[in-house]
């Protein structure tokens, strides 16, 4: 019933709508016709040719209007007024180049505020973390004792917590400092930030390197070899993204002459296995 | 500019003298018998009621417009019977279906109003 009712109407909007000239001759002749019998009926009838035309036209209750009622049912009168405005403003606008300017400024400014405004929410809030079950993820806060709470936790607690976890199912920390080097070895000396984790933070976030092993426990254990992991960006500019850089030897140097004994060591040579790091992770390098 | 809008797509023909909605009805029934054109339309319902029905020349085309843009009847131009260009109506399948779905609608009004207009004064 619906697909038929658009059989008929659909073709007759658009040629209302694109063959406007076509369908308002149509109307013209229709009601020429009209008249033109009326005419001849009213001639029959005794009226001279002039007093017949007057009548058949007073008969119509003015053609105009009657044409302007024939449009109306054309349903598309609200396209071509749309039609219209639209180029009536169009030129409007042109006339008045410098207040279009402005128009046109403060639009781009906002579309682009909000633009950029929603990029961040989304990127921020919208979007769910880029791992494998996000919702599974939570950040675990320390509390102060002065008070406050969410507070950072320190290293030998989060051994703590980890030894005696029965809530998560892994337990993961980073540093909440950036750890700055000096990257030396071949190549300009660098200035790199890194951070120090616990062995199984990227199994907590279950992501794998792109090349090599990554962390384990086992790393955790003094008298192992360092072990590196690059963020694919510093992979990607300082190693030219090469192939074969896993088990290669780097060297970064800690800044600071002191450092706490867990740390100890980090700063020296790091020998063992060079791993790059997803560009998932984004750490900065 | 665009407050007339539900009334535009929603407008009615409405004769001075008929009741609301009714000259859509009468239109169909004629075009169910024959394709007609306008002129043609317009004498046939003086012909068929004995002149009671005088459907001014001026809301007939209106009518005409929207039956055809309901897509209840279809025009087609033809050489008329004084062999001149006019254009035609044609009752269209849907348009069928709505004839008889106000018909029925005018056979349960009128009957309602008879019996109203034929109660007995105490």
Redesign the interface.
């Known amino acids: 019933?619906r697909l038929?009712?658009?059989?008929?109407?659909v073709p007759?909007?658009l040629r209302s709508l694109f063959r406007r000239g076509q369908v308002e001759a149509?109307l013209d002749?229709?009601?020429r016709?009209?008249l033109?019998?009326?005419i001849e009926v009213n001639t029959a009838a005794g009226m001279s040719v002039e007093e017949a035309r007057y009548a058949?036209l007073r008969?119509?209750?003015?053609l105009d209007?009657?044409k302007e009622?024939?449009r109306?049912?054309?349903?598309v009168?609200?396209i071509e007024?749309l039609w219209q405005?639209f180029r009536f403003s169009v030129r409007s606008l042109l006339k008045r180049p410098g207040f279009t300017a402005i128009i046109l400024i403060a639009l781009a400014l906002g579309i682009g505020a909000n633009t950029a405004i929603f990029s961040l929410v989304n990127a921020v809030i919208l979007q769910p973390l880029p791992y494998p079950d996000p919702d599974r993820l939570v950040w675990v806060y320390g509390n102060l004792r002065n008070g406050g709470n969410r507070g950072s936790v320190g290293p030998l607690e989060v051994l703590d917590y980890r030894s005696q976890n029965k809530t998560f199912e892994q337990f993961a920390a980073s540093s909440t400092t950036i750890l700055p080097m000096n990257f030396t070895g071949s190549g300009e000396p660098e200035r790199i930030t890194s951070s120090a984790i616990t062995g199984n933070y990227f199994d907590t976030f279950r992501v794998r390197p792109a090349l090599g092993r990554g962390f384990s426990l086992e790393n955790e254990k003094t008298g192992q070899d360092h072990v590196t992991v690059l963020s694919h960006g510093f992979w990607q500019t300082r190693f030219g993204g090469d192939p074969n850089i896993v088990n290669k030897t780097i060297h970064p140097q800690r800044q600071s002459l002191r450092s706490s004994r867990r740390d100890a060591g980090r700063g020296g040579p790091a020998t063992g296995c060079a791993v790059v790091g997803t560009a998932k992770l984004r750490l900065r390098s | 500019?665009?407050t007339s809008?539900g009334n535009?797509?929603r407008?009615m023909s409405k004769p001075t003298d008929l009741v609301q909605g009714t000259l859509d009805l009468l239109i169909l029934k004629i075009l169910a018998l024959e394709p007609l054109?306008?002129?043609a339309i317009?004498q046939r319902l003086k012909q068929v009621s004995d002149d009671t029905l005088q459907v001014?020349?001026?809301?007939l085309?209106?009518a005409l417009?929207?039956l055809?843009?309901?897509?209840w009847i279809?025009a087609e131009?033809k050489p008329?019977e004084?062999n001149?260009?006019?254009?035609f109506y044609t009752l269209?399948?849907?348009g069928r279906?709505e004839l008889e779905r106000e018909a029925a609608n005018w056979n349960r009004l009128s009957t309602a109003i008879s019996l109203v207009v034929q109660l007995k004064e105490a």
């Open positions: 019933m038929e009712h658009w059989f008929y109407t007759l909007r149509e002749e229709e009601l016709y009209h033109e019998r009326q058949a008969a119509m209750h003015g209007q009657r009622e024939c109306d049912m054309r349903r009168r609200f007024d405005d | 500019m665009y809008l535009r797509w407008a054109h306008g002129w317009g001014s020349d001026g809301s085309y209106p417009h929207k055809e843009q309901e897509g279809k131009w008329s004084n001149r260009r006019a254009k269209t399948r849907t279906k």
